[in-house]
């Protein structure tokens, strides 16, 4: 590592719980998801403001 340089920083990793009998303003667990994959994006994208581009989704259905 150079003096100039800042470490690195570990990226972390959350899943987020999407199902039609969820809610919205429930916190996305798999005890309390949310209903729409729209309120998903949005979260996801307040968590990760400096994402330039789209990230992968994972659909079971179950």
Do not use: C, I, S
Not at 1 to 20: G, I, R
Not at 30 to 55: C, N, Y
Request: no cysteine.
């Amino acid at each position: 590592m150079f003096a100039d340089q800042a470490p690195a920083l570990a990226a972390v990793q959350e899943t987020l719980y999407v199902a039609p009998g969820g809610n919205d303003a429930n916190p996305g667990t798999l005890a309390a998801p949310f209903r729409t994959l729209q309120r998903a994006w949005d979260v996801v994208r307040t968590k990760t403001a400096t994402m330039t581009g789209d990230g992968p989704d994972l659909r079971h259905a179950g």
